[in-house]
């Protein structure tokens, strides 16, 4: 079974779910992450990264704005956990980004609550401002500009 993706499968099977599936197997997949080693973690991105664009878009929409919600109601450590691992992939590869429908992503972001959106934006701003410089260039060059005025960079 070596270059199944596994992580990718599980992230196709909870965006057909229904939300009062969804949220509960998706908090708990989201918890488990934090107990996995550092190279399952990043197998982990890396299959949600490769997993994403292959879902349909409004099955992934659903299933990145339960994810937002719950990433919202975790600890600050656990979302930054979280958003550091990806943006730390990204910011190395930004690249993995290419296939993804940013500006749908950035209008699922913005169907949250404010109280949401804010602690998503300053999490996310946090973890951006803490990178090296040439990592931090390197994600502001793949952070579309209107989304960039949403996080208020």
């Not at 070596?2 to 997949?29: Q, S, T, W």
């Not at 749908?104 to 949401?116: A, K, M, Q, S, V």
């Not at 999490?123 to 209107?146: A, C, G, H, S, W």
């Amino acid at each position: 079974m070596v270059g199944e993706n596994f992580a990718g499968n599980i992230i196709v099977n909870l965006a057909n779910l229904p939300d009062f599936l969804r949220n509960p197997i998706l908090k708990k997949r989201m918890i488990e992450f934090f107990t996995l080693t550092k190279p399952d973690q990043d197998e982990v991105i890396n299959n949600a990264l490769k997993a994403g664009p292959a879902i349909p878009f409004p099955n992934f929409a659903k299933l990145f704005k339960t994810w937002l919600k719950i990433l919202a109601t975790l600890s600050e450590e656990q979302r930054e956990g979280l958003f550091s691992a990806y943006i730390s992939e990204v910011s190395q590869n930004p690249q993995k980004l290419i296939n993804f429908n940013l500006d749908g992503i950035l209008e699922i972001y913005l169907t949250l609550d404010d109280n949401e959106k804010n602690i998503l934006a300053n999490t996310i701003k946090r973890i951006i401002n803490n990178l090296d410089e040439e990592y931090r260039r390197r994600m502001m060059l793949v952070i579309p500009e209107n989304a960039k005025k949403h996080l208020k960079f």
